[in-house]
């Protein structure tokens, strides 16, 4: 097992003092957006191997059987399939949607018959893999996740009294929903001149007389991302806070934008996503239309469920698996080996992950990889998130 040295981007969007305040580290002025672990190829965790550090996906290449365990190899090939991160935000990230499988394999094929490089920056799909993902808020935490009934948005829309955003209320009460949904989420990717700038208005007004936490958060956005048509889309999102340790999966189709807060996200590890707005990356609004999914059920806020001491957050996927270890001084060690790849991440306390050989001591930020059918146990007293595959079996 190896503890892991990570990377951390330094998106825009990024807060200046959430991961410093969780790591105990003086914050640098800049904005700290994601702690990658894994072994993505675009920012792979190191490890150390004997007197070489080395990054985890050549660790991986060099032995994938070893590492990976005979089942991850058989069912996901010679890579580590998922991606663990800490998110911090603090200002909106874009409105986006990832591909199913399909899409993405259908996808990457046909721009690599294109030729259009994997860098370019028009370029949709970045690899041949879906990406679900999920995240489990460490602070109170905001974002839009899945459309809003029809009949809600139109109301929303409507108490805007903006008169050019009446043909999309009247759509929204009188098509199916489907699509309606479609419509006027087409429309609102090329907006009339003007609308954005009048919703802006209109929401500065609204978000003087309102309590309502999402017309703050829809305003939020109208200040930071002057002009973008993300608002208009972002108005038909649902709005949604999740408390320290609530959670939401996000499947392929669902348009989805984090808002604020610090949690763990874990998603297979893939680079593909399509951009709805509040971005100055590329949008293509013919892909992404036809990616999203307008008739998908709302994500749901999900809380972990008790098995043995372990607190498993359920997700429909076999990429990843995510639970959650609470853990109290003197209390009993966990045994935590698996024919699978895992990454134990520390977000509160001090715990030690040992084996019959090593020790490794790690606090809040830290994190540990421990091989296929490695033998590790847990212990101390604080929280550790443990991320492996949904398909590892039990072996001890």
């Not at 394999?105 to 949709?124: K, T, V």
């Not at 003007?194 to 958060?217: F, Q, T």
Request: aromatic content about 6%; charged content about 20%.
């Amino acid at each position: 097992m190896d503890l892991l040295r990570n990377t951390v981007q330094p998106y825009d969007w990024g807060s200046r003092t959430l991961l410093p305040d969780l790591m105990g580290a003086q914050p640098t002025g800049a904005p700290q957006a994601e702690l990658w672990m894994g072994a993505h190829p675009a920012a792979p965790s190191r490890v150390s191997r004997g007197e070489v550090v080395m990054p985890l996906d050549r660790v991986v290449a060099e032995d994938p059987e070893g590492e990976l365990g005979a089942g991850t190899m058989q069912r996901f090939g010679s890579r580590l399939p998922f991606l663990v991160k800490l998110l911090a935000a603090e200002a909106p990230l874009s409105v986006q949607v990832h591909p199913d499988l399909a899409q993405a394999q259908s996808g990457f094929a046909r721009e690599n018959a294109l030729g259009i490089p994997l860098d370019a920056p028009h370029r949709n799909y970045r690899d041949d893999q879906h990406k679900p993902e999920m995240i489990v808020a460490l602070t109170p935490f905001r974002g839009l996740c899945g459309f809003r009934s029809p009949a809600d948005t139109a109301d929303l829309l409507a108490s805007l009294e903006v008169p050019a955003l009446r043909p999309y209320v009247e759509t929204l009460r009188v098509v199916p929903e489907p699509q309606a949904l479609a419509e006027v989420f087409r429309a609102f990717l090329r907006p009339p001149t003007g609308l954005i700038d009048a919703v802006a208005r209109a929401l500065a007004v609204a978000v003087a007389g309102s309590g309502e936490p999402c017309i703050a958060a829809y305003d939020r956005i109208a200040q930071i991302y002057p002009g973008d048509a993300g608002l208009l889309s972002s108005l038909m999102l649902r709005y949604v806070e999740l408390s320290p340790g609530e959670a939401l999966f996000l499947g392929a189709g669902v348009p989805h934008a984090y808002l604020s807060g610090l949690g763990v996200e874990i998603m297979a590890s893939s680079d593909n996503v399509l951009r709805c707005g509040l971005t100055s990356k590329h949008v293509d609004t013919e892909e992404l239309t036809r990616v999203v999914r307008f008739g998908a059920p709302a994500a749901r806020v999900l809380t972990p469920r008790e098995e043995g001491g372990e607190e498993v957050y359920p997700a429909p996927v076999d990429d990843f698996r995510l639970s959650r270890y609470r853990l109290r001084a003197g209390g009993p060690r966990r045994r935590v080996t698996v024919d699978a790849p895992q990454i134990l991440l520390c977000t509160a306390g001090t715990l030690t992950v040992s084996s019959a050989e090593e020790n490794l001591h790690i606090g809040p930020g830290q994190a540990v990889y421990v091989p296929a059918g490695a033998g590790a146990g847990l212990e101390g007293a604080g929280v550790a998130f443990r991320a492996t595959t949904g398909t590892a079996e039990r072996l001890a």
